[in-house]
């Protein structure tokens, strides 16, 4: 990771460069930083910049052997130790060594802005919180005895150091304190408050405060050229208060609200039509490989569009918040929802979410309801003809 991929911090970027420039690199250095600020991000530049064997004014060159191998994360010199719990692959004594691949994978794919929450989510521990036991101190105090395999610098970076166990610190306190020549050891934490007075009394602090919102909307529109216009884009940053992974949620958020939306009015059509079987399976079988987080929230979201159809049949459309296409929609769909079907189709898909929860099958679940969905539609078409 080079400097000109970290989102902002130009203050913290500038420091970072001056103290290597000037040869006064600390050999422990507490990353503090929220969420989505970029600590790890920044950690990862710097060591770069640090091993960089041609660094240019202001970067590293990422070009030399050195910078390819830490833009994979995987260079020989570079160690990580995280917060583990035992997990369905490894369920005794978890410790960060045995995660590494996972590890890799994960940063590589956040391009190093990485959560806590999302980090137990890889694991698959769901809300259980990690911890960076004694066997991981162990590991970094017998990696710090070796010399450094190919690199200027060994790096050892500590993410999430506030989950370092009191036995797991202790072991470290030597280590912080006087770390053999040759090493950079870096802990990365959000809270201050909760790393042991001990070990961060023996690190020098670098607080990384949190994105200004320029940052993050110039960010989403580089990023993501022609996903999101300014306007958007300066919106989601307003509400991510400086934190760039909340900022990608809430505009994940909004691709998901239009995949519900185009999905939910494709499937009524088909079920409303009724004969077109073919497509029918297609979009049942799409349904099925959603994920079940996922289609629970699009059956919720089907229990959204016939509230907001009984709001508009009970001439109460002001109540209704929807964007201009999927309103045009509601309007349109709203008549066939009628007291001929009102009731079925709402038990129906409330019925599917409490299916969902308890692992129905999603496919045979899917099947079910577009066919019964189909026949409560014809009913309320009948209905509308009857007048
Ligand atoms: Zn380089």
């Not at 137990?120 to 070796?146: M, P, S």
């Not at 400086?242 to 499937?267: I, P, V």
Request: hydrophobic residues 40%.
């Amino acid at each position: 990771m080079q400097f000109k991929d970290v989102i902002g911090q130009q203050a913290v970027k500038e420091r970072l460069l001056s103290s290597a420039v000037k040869n006064r690199v600390a050999h422990t250095q507490l990353f503090l930083g929220q969420e989505g600020t970029g600590a790890l991000p920044l950690a990862l530049a710097f060591a770069q910049y640090l091993n960089c064997t041609h660094p240019q004014k202001g970067d590293s060159c990422g070009t030399c052997p050195s910078c390819v191998k830490y833009q994979k994360f995987a260079h020989p010199d570079l160690h990580f130790i995280f917060p583990t719990a035992g997990t369905d692959s490894v369920k005794k004594n978890p410790e960060s060594k045995l995660f590494q691949e996972e590890w890799l994978g994960f940063i590589r794919r956040n391009n190093g802005y990485v959560t806590q929450s999302a980090w137990y989510e890889t694991l698959g521990i769901g809300n259980r919180q990690g911890t960076i036991y004694a066997r991981d101190a162990n590991e970094i105090v017998k990696l710090l005895g070796f010399k450094p395999y190919e690199a200027k610098l060994k790096v050892v970076v500590i993410f999430q150091a506030e989950r370092l166990q009191v036995s797991a610190s202790n072991k470290l306190l030597k280590s912080l304190e006087e770390p053999p020549d040759n090493t950079l050891i870096i802990l990365i934490a959000e809270k201050y408050e909760m790393i042991i007075p001990t070990v961060r009394s023996r690190a020098q602090l670098v607080k990384i405060p949190p994105l200004k919102k320029p940052e993050i909307s110039r960010a989403l529109l580089q990023r993501f050229p022609g996903k999101l216009d300014a306007e958007r884009a300066d919106e989601l940053a307003g509400l991510s208060h400086g934190n760039w992974n909340l900022a990608l949620d809430l505009m994940d958020q909004d691709d998901e609200g239009d995949y519900y939306f185009l999905k939910f009015r494709e499937w009524m059509r088909l079920c409303f039509r009724g004969n077109d079987y073919v497509a029918l399976n297609k979009i049942i079988q799409e349904l099925s490989r959603l994920g079940r987080e996922k289609q629970k929230r699009f059956l919720t979201y089907g229990l959204h569009v016939v509230h907001n159809s009984l709001l508009i049949n009970k001439k109460q459309d002001a109540m209704v918040v929807a964007r201009a296409d999927e309103k045009d929609y509601l309007l349109k769909f709203a008549p066939f929802v009628n007291p001929s079907n009102q009731k079925q189709m709402y038990e129906l898909l409330n019925e599917a979410v409490y299916h969902i929860e308890r692992n129905a099958h999603p496919g045979a679940l899917f099947a079910d309801l577009s066919f019964q969905l189909a026949d409560l539609m014809q009913l309320g078409r009948k209905a509308v003809q009857a007048g």
